[in-house]
C-alpha cells in the first residue's frame, strides 16, 4: 500500500493568521494527484485542493495552497488569513491514474491533522 | 444536485446480526469505494470498484462484502458485525480521471 504521511497530528493558529500543514508520500510512480481534504465536525469530506504531480506550478484556491516538492515527496498545505471556519480536520491523500502505476486509481489517506483556529 | 447518498446515518446494532449500508451516486461515476474511519488511522479503504462487476479488497476487507450490480449502486455488507467493526464508515465516487472523490455524508455504525 502507498504511505502517506502527515507528522502534525495537531496544530493551531490565530485568526487572520497564516499555518502550514505538512504531507509526504512514498511512491515510484511519476504520475499521481495529491489532493488536501477537509472534515469539519459536521463530518463530511470536502475536497479544498488537488495537484497534478506533472504540474510545476503549486495549485491555489483562494487562501488555500500547496508547496508541492515533486524531488522530496512533499506537498504541504498553506491556509493564508485563517478563519474561525477552517477549524477541521485535515487529510492528505494521494492517488494514481486508474489506468497506470500499481495502485490503479485508488485514494490513500494521511491519519490526518486536527486544525484548531483561535479567535 | 450531484451526490453520493448512504444510509443509514447512524446505526447501532448488535454482534452477528447481518447488516446492509446502501451507498448510491447520481453522476455515472466508474469507481466507487467504502472506507472507514478510526480515530488516529485516518481512511482506510474497505473495497473499491471500477466498474459494473469489478470489485477488488482494500486494505482492510476482512468482514465485509459488497456488490456492484448497477453502476450508481455500491452497497457495503456484514455478513455477522463484531464490535471491532465499529467505525464511522464513508462510501466515495470518482470519475475514471482522476479529479477527487466525492464522499458520503458517512453512517456511524455501533456493534454491541
Known amino acids: 500500500a502507498q504511505t502517506v504521511t502527515q507528522s502534525q497530528p495537531e496544530m493551531s493558529v490565530q485568526e487572520a493568521e497564516t499555518v502550514t500543514l505538512s504531507c509526504t508520500y512514498d511512491?515510484?510512480?511519476?504520475?499521481?494527484?495529491l489532493f488536501w481534504y477537509k472534515q469539519p465536525p459536521s463530518r463530511q469530506m470536502i475536497l479544498v485542493i488537488r495537484q497534478e504531480a506533472y504540474k510545476q506550478q503549486n495549485a491555489t484556491e483562494n487562501r488555500f495552497s500547496v508547496n508541492f516538492q515533486k524531488a522530496a515527496k512533499s506537498f504541504s498545505l498553506k491556509i493564508s488569513d485563517s478563519q474561525l471556519g477552517d477549524a477541521a480536520m485535515y487529510f492528505c491523500a494521494y492517488r494514481t491514474p486508474y489506468d497506470r502505476g500499481s495502485t490503479l486509481g485508488r485514494l490513500y489517506f494521511g491519519r490526518g491533522t486536527q486544525l484548531t483556529v483561535w479567535p | 444536485e450531484a451526490q453520493v447518498t448512504q444510509n443509514p446515518r447512524y446505526l447501532i446494532t448488535v454482534t452477528g446480526k447481518k447488516l446492509t449500508v446502501t451507498c448510491s451516486q447520481n453522476m455515472n461515476h466508474e469507481y466507487m469505494s467504502w472506507y472507514r474511519q478510526d480515530p488516529g488511522l485516518g481512511l482506510r479503504q474497505i473495497y473499491y470498484s471500477m466498474n459494473v462487476e469489478v470489485t477488488d479488497k482494500g486494505d482492510v476487507p476482512e468482514g465485509y462484502k459488497v456488490s456492484r450490480k448497477e453502476k450508481r449502486n455500491f452497497p457495503l455488507i456484514l455478513e455477522s458485525p463484531s464490535p471491532n467493526q465499529t467505525s464511522l464508515y464513508f462510501c466515495?465516487?470518482?470519475?475514471?480521471?482522476?479529479?477527487?472523490?466525492?464522499f458520503g455524508s458517512g453512517t456511524r455504525l455501533t456493534v454491541v
Open positions: 511512491t515510484s510512480e511519476s504520475d499521481y494527484y
Open positions: 466515495a465516487s470518482s470519475p475514471l480521471k482522476p479529479y477527487g472523490y466525492t
